[in-house]
């Protein structure tokens, strides 16, 4: 029988505390927010010519492919790239706030249900970012679950810096805990940036 400090039953118990913590959050936000989902979907139909969702095909755990979902803020037929290269002009008006929001991120939620994410964690990047990728595969990083946001999020740092953002992901892949997440879950939010911002771990 395996004791509580054994190194495989405390991770075993993080894994699933982890998934607890994933589903809730699906389930908070399906039951208690399904009218903003609604009315961002509406919004965003209305507000620009194209689809409210935007599908993008996206590396994740274990280097496997998937198809990750947000609402859309950019215009129709803009090219699929990094934010970071894409030009601000590209962002329609409430794609900008849907952004300034982290709200844009929300349709994610079913991709956490699936599995293929979780709330907190890497954040998974695009099959065309080769340097990023090479960097997450040097560090260890594609064994993490990706995230919805994650330590690299808080802190500012993009993937327009790819050995950057690998390392802290790996910092965070190598730390992570329930109580991280919760604290990374909460600096998110504008209310969490504003009265506490990024703390080093």
């Not at 993080?14 to 009315?39: G, H, Q």
Request: hydrophobic share 45%; glycine share 8%.
């Amino acid at each position: 029988m395996m004791s509580a400090t054994d190194p495989h039953a405390r991770t075993t118990a993080d894994r699933l505390a982890k998934r607890v913590m994933d589903l809730a959050f699906v389930a908070t936000v399906a039951v208690a927010f399904w009218w903003l989902l609604l009315a961002i979907w509406l919004a965003v139909r209305l507000t620009s010519p194209g689809p409210a969702l935007f599908a993008q095909t996206r590396v994740g755990q274990g280097e496997k492919v998937f198809t990750c979902y947000k609402f859309r803020t950019m215009q129709v037929g803009t090219p699929q790239a990094g934010t970071h290269e894409v030009s601000p002009a590209a962002i329609t008006p409430l794609g900008r706030r849907l952004r300034r929001w982290k709200i844009d991120e929300l349709p994610q939620i079913w991709n956490v249900a699936r599995g293929e994410m979780s709330l907190v964690g890497p954040r998974p990047c695009l099959p065309g970012q080769s340097e990023l990728i090479a960097w997450r595969r040097r560090l260890g990083v594609f064994a993490c679950r990706p995230g919805i946001t994650g330590l690299a999020q808080v802190a500012g740092v993009d993937m327009s810096e790819p050995e950057k953002l690998a390392r802290i992901d790996a910092r965070y892949c190598a730390s992570r805990s329930l109580a991280l997440d919760l604290r990374l879950a909460v600096q998110t939010l504008p209310v969490g940036r504003l009265t506490g911002g990024y703390r080093k771990i």
